[in-house]
């Protein structure tokens, strides 16, 4: 873990290669000399709770139909982003490449820093906030975690509760801190002290 940056086949670009590849156009560059230290964890469904659909998808790319269910009118316009997306049943996406900042924050504060989409890497689990997820999504998120910390100087996992609450409470309690810690064996200090000795 948090070893220096890999130069095998694994990335390319800031682009894993385990991930099936959907660019979105919401993203930037990252402020020079940004350190790529934190993994955030979110949740998320469209319409909330409902699953299996391309609507996230169709969310992170500018492509959603906005009347093709009333929910939409209340995101509307809204343009977002994160570097991954894992489904129900393990399958990974990636929008953005993480040497790019995507935006999935928004509003942040964490580890004595604001903005946290300047130097964070966002994962997008299909779920609804405070909901349980699938074996299968923690098996991708410790692998995915796992390799992104191969890549990147990984020193802090936190849910987007810990860098926006109370303005977000995603994941939520339904979220299993303690099977995501022991699978991946990195120290407490990694992650946020509310969820410290879980594993």
């Excluded at 940004?34 to 299996?52: C, K, N, Q, W």
């Excluded at 009118?73 to 991954?84: A, C, M, N, P, T």
Aim: aromatic share 12%; with cysteine.
């Amino acid at each position: 873990m948090m070893s220096p940056r890999l130069t095998d086949t694994t990335w390319r670009d800031g682009w894993y290669r385990y991930a099936h590849r959907i660019p979105s156009p919401n993203f930037g560059a990252r402020p020079i000399g940004a350190a790529v230290d934190l993994v955030v964890i979110h949740s998320i469904s469209l319409p909330p709770g409902t699953f299996g659909g391309d609507e996230v998808t169709r969310l992170f790319t500018n492509t959603l139909d906005w009347a093709a269910h009333p929910y939409f009118d209340k995101i509307r316009g809204l343009e977002v982003s994160s570097h991954f997306y894992i489904r129900r049943g393990g399958e990974l996406i990636q929008f953005v490449s993480c040497e790019s900042r995507a935006w999935h924050a928004g509003v942040s504060h964490y580890r004595g820093r604001e903005n946290c989409n300047d130097d964070s890497i966002g994962i997008e689990l299909e779920g609804i906030e405070g909901g349980v997820f699938e074996v299968a999504q923690y098996e991708t998120l410790v692998s995915l975690c796992s390799a992104i910390a191969a890549g990147y100087p990984i020193q802090y996992v936190a849910g987007h509760e810990h860098i926006s609450g109370p303005r977000k409470q995603d994941p939520g309690p339904g979220f299993n801190w303690a099977t995501l810690m022991h699978g991946l064996s990195w120290p407490d200090r990694v992650f946020p002290e509310s969820i410290r000795g879980l594993a």
